[in-house]
Each structure stands twice: as structure tokens, then as C-alpha cells.
């Protein structure tokens, strides 16, 4: 099975930590093939369970700063909830406006400088 953009996030990370599937599954009291099963896309990622591999991997010292949109692009969804009105129409403007390559990587750039900014706050 094709592994996720989250599981590539998540895969690189356990490398970096020189953490096995089966280690990291054994500290979170679940099974290898669920946590496999996140990161071929064959199981949903809850937001509890993007909280609980964030925190074992900020736990070894290992940031994972996309891990949030890696788990989004890969259950295919979005959560709106929490959002103002106006953001929750960006995202929807965003979602159904063909952008150029070009057009992209610019508000990717954007956007990561906005992060970078809102992270030394």
C-alpha cells in the first residue's frame, strides 16, 4: 500500500529518532499495523492521535512542523471547526481555485513565513 504524506513525515521522523515501527507502537499501547495502517491511509488520523505522535517525537527532541497538514492532506479533509467565518471561506476559496505552480509555491511561501512568525511569538 502507498504510504501517506503523513506517514512519509512520520516514517522520517522514527529514522531520525532510530525509533522501529514496533517500538513506537509498543510505547503508545498499540498495535504495529494500526500505526501502519495511519500512515498507508487505511485508518482515519484523529486529532488525539496527531496530538500523541507529536508529543513522542517532541519527546526525542524530533520537531515535526507539518504534521498537522500532513494528516489533513492525507485523511483528505480539512476541519473547519473553531475557524472564524472568514477563515473558514479562505480555506474553502483555496480548495476550489486552480492555482498555478507558481501562484503555489508563492502563498507557500507566505504561509510559512506567517508560521515562522506566529512561532516566536
Known sequence: MKITEFGKVVRKARLDAE????????????SSAFLSGMET???KITEEWLVKIQQFFTDRNIEL??????ADVSNKSVNLEGLSPAHQMLVAG???TSLSNDELENLKKLLEAANAKKDKK
Open 65 to 70: 512542523p507539518m504534521l498537522s497538514e500532513a
Open 94 to 96: 483555496f480548495a476550489r
Open 19 to 30: 525509533v522501529s515501527l514496533l517500538q513506537m507502537a509498543n510505547e503508545l499501547e498499540v
Open 41 to 43: 491511509g487505511r485508518k
